[in-house]
Nanobody, 115 residues
Framework: QVQLVESGGGLAQAGGSLRLSCAASGRIGSPDAMAWYRQAPGKQRELVATITSGGHTVYADSVKGRFTISRGNARSTVYLQMNSLKPEDTAVYYC?????????WGQGTQVTVSS
């Protein structure tokens, strides 16, 4: 059974930084792509950033220049470095891993940014 375990969420002040981590386990081979999504109260889940196995990255316009997605040496891990945080970044952040035949979600980690 595939599991994605996220960590690193918490409370930060505006202008501060947080680093999220996600580790996938339970399946042979690393994912073709990994991503971070977020969902704020009353809003739909939205893509924050994604990275392919080849290292290609895509970011939401709202986080470009502030957030950086990367994969660990263990290719089933992904990180999200969040700098210059804003109150509007407050949300539950979800890790997503895609293999050729299936996608999986983590349980989510809360990020709260105070003004």
């Amino acid at each position: 059974q595939v599991q994605l375990v996220e960590s690193g969420g918490g409370l930060a002040q505006a202008g501060g930084s947080l680093r999220l981590s996600c580790a996938a386990s339970g399946r042979i081979g690393s994912p073709d792509a990994m991503a971070w999504y977020r969902q704020a109260p009353g809003k739909q889940r939205e893509l924050v950033a994604t990275i392919t196995s080849g290292g290609h990255t895509v970011y939401a316009d709202s986080v470009k220049g502030r957030f950086t997605i990367s994969r660990g040496n263990a290719r089933s891990t992904v990180y999200l470095q969040m700098n210059s945080l804003k109150p509007e970044d407050t949300a539950v952040y979800y890790c997503n891993a895609l293999w050729w035949d299936a996608g999986y979600w983590g349980q989510g980690t809360q990020v709260t940014v105070s003004s």
